[in-house]
């Protein structure tokens, strides 16, 4: 499958050692196009190298992000989806292991693979009335379940999966799954303490930290996910779910 990447689709603005990524599919609820998936991963793998030490997540528009991009899926196969998908957590973990401290700031109805890159933050602030779900089982996909897992506790990632629980920002406060709820008017003024603190580390002790309380499953990871998309039929699985919720993508 030939990707065509847009620029547009990712605002980067670096500021010394802050880099803000903000997605920026607004009229698509900043769905995570292909093309949006590998600039993510490559604009976090840049930000890895160049000293950035706060790593910033937003989406513009009314939503963070509502998830992975289904739309289109008549010029897609099975291969197409499933390379989309193992990309998607390519990217993810790229996030997760970022070297530096990483914050995203959500609002709106956050879904699925949107979900999952809030989750894959160390530090997650939610706007008021901001709602997260994973709907990715209805299809059959395993994608980022041991890290909610890590976050929330096991039994309460069950149930969010299986389910189809929707979490309104107060249950992610309670659990876990959102380390705060602040206005958005309110995210500079939390973005400069979390970047005033983290000046107090060394980056190099920042990082040990990071990785000592961050267990490293990649591998593990991308194969159950490799498996889950790997059992045919997965474009049928997709169109089946979308039409079961009334084909909104």
Avoid at 95 to 120: C, K, S, W, Y
Avoid at 133 to 157: C, D, E, H, K, S
Avoid at 209 to 233: E, W
Wanted: net charge neutral.
């Amino acid at each position: 499958m030939n990707v065509a990447q847009d620029a547009s689709e990712l605002i980067v603005e670096r500021e010394g050692p802050v880099t803000r990524l903000q997605l920026n599919r607004p009229a698509r609820g900043n769905a995570l196009s292909a093309g949006l998936v590998l600039n993510l991963r490559d604009a976090v793998a840049d930000a890895a190298r160049d000293g950035t030490r706060l790593l910033v997540l937003t989406g513009g528009g009314a939503s963070f992000c509502s998830g992975f991009d289904l739309g289109g899926l008549d010029r897609q196969s099975d291969g197409d989806l499933a390379l989309r998908f193992l990309q998607a957590e390519e990217m993810l973990q790229a996030v997760h292991h970022f070297p530096g401290e990483t914050l995203a700031l959500a609002h709106g109805r956050v879904f699925g693979a949107g979900a999952d890159l809030f989750g894959a933050c160390a530090r997650r602030i939610a706007a008021p009335g901001t709602t997260f779900r994973f709907p990715g089982v209805r299809f059959g996909v395993v994608l980022g379940t041991r890290r909610l897992g890590a976050i929330v506790g096991l039994q309460a990632a069950r149930r969010l999966i299986l389910d189809g629980i929707e979490l309104d920002a107060d249950t992610a406060i309670a659990n876990g799954f959102a380390s705060e709820i602040a206005a958005p008017a309110a995210w500079p003024e939390r973005q400069s303490a979390i970047f005033a603190n983290l000046g107090l580390l060394a980056p190099q002790t920042h990082e040990a930290i990071s990785r000592c309380l961050r267990p490293d499953t990649r591998a593990q990871d991308m194969a159950d996910l490799a498996a889950s998309v790997a059992r045919p039929g997965l474009k049928q699985r997709i169109e089946t779910y979308k039409s079961a919720i009334g084909n909104r993508s």
